[in-house]
């Protein structure tokens, strides 16, 4: 089982909690704590993309994959 829960990390680093007191909180060093809240924050869409409408999401995750403009169905 994993010692850092996501969604508090997340929830006390959007609150201003330092790394070295989540650390503290979760049990864990604050290297790890550190580590894991730049792989979430990799796996994040940016905000420009979360703007878009759920049609053109579609489009543009169709074009990542490597489709052509003709190719994509929405």
């Known amino acids: 089982?994993?010692?850092?829960?996501?969604?508090?990390?997340?929830q006390l680093s959007a609150d201003g909690v330092a790394g070295k007191d989540i650390a503290e909180i979760m049990g864990c060093s604050p290297a790890a704590v550190s580590k894991r809240l730049a792989t979430l924050?990799?796996?994040?869409?940016?905000?420009s993309f979360q703007r878009l409408t759920a049609k053109k999401q579609r489009f543009v995750l169709a074009l990542a994959d490597?489709?052509?403009?003709?190719?994509v169905r929405y």
């Open 1 to 10: 089982m994993r010692k850092i829960d996501d969604t508090q990390l997340l």
């Open 41 to 47: 924050r990799r796996q994040a869409p940016p905000e």
């Open 66 to 71: 490597g489709k052509t403009k003709t190719q």
